[in-house]
């Protein structure tokens, strides 16, 4: 819920199978009610809350992936869109694997959902 329905409408537009949590009447759901649904969906998170960089490997999984929004210049649908299609095609075989993609400042930063044992 931390990013409007309008870059899941963007993303299906450009043809990618994306929803939002909205169209599953989840905006009153819980983060790990999210993930478990992205989970048997087997659908990446997009969002601009960190708290599933926590949850996931608390609960010691590396699915879904997520990609987290942590620019603050993002105003629009659009400005999401135009920061993610253009890298898109190079994070599908990353995010395919367990990993978390975060923009930041302009810059993108991939890394494995990992958990401590």
């Known amino acids: 819920m931390q990013l409007p329905p309008r870059p899941a409408d963007l993303l299906l537009a450009a043809g990618y199978d994306a929803v939002h949590v909205r169209a ?3 905006q009153a759901a819980s983060d790990e009610e999210i ?3 992205a989970f048997r969906e087997d659908r990446i998170v997009i969002s ?3 708290d599933f960089g926590a949850i996931l490997p608390a609960q010691e999984s ?3 992936s997520f990609i987290l ?3 603050p210049n993002l105003l629009g649908a659009q400005d999401y869109l135009n920061m ?5 095609g190079v ?3 990353e995010l395919a694997s367990g990993r978390v993609a975060v923009f930041r400042h302009g810059r993108l930063r991939v890394r ?3 958990f401590s044992a």
């Open 35 to 37: 993930l478990a649904r």
């Open 62 to 64: 590396v699915h879904p």
């Open 48 to 50: 601009a809350d960190t």
């Open 91 to 93: 994070l599908e075989p």
């Open 84 to 88: 993610l299609l253009p890298v898109l």
């Open 69 to 71: 929004f942590r620019n």
């Open 24 to 26: 599953y009447g989840m």
């Open 112 to 114: 494995e959902l990992r």
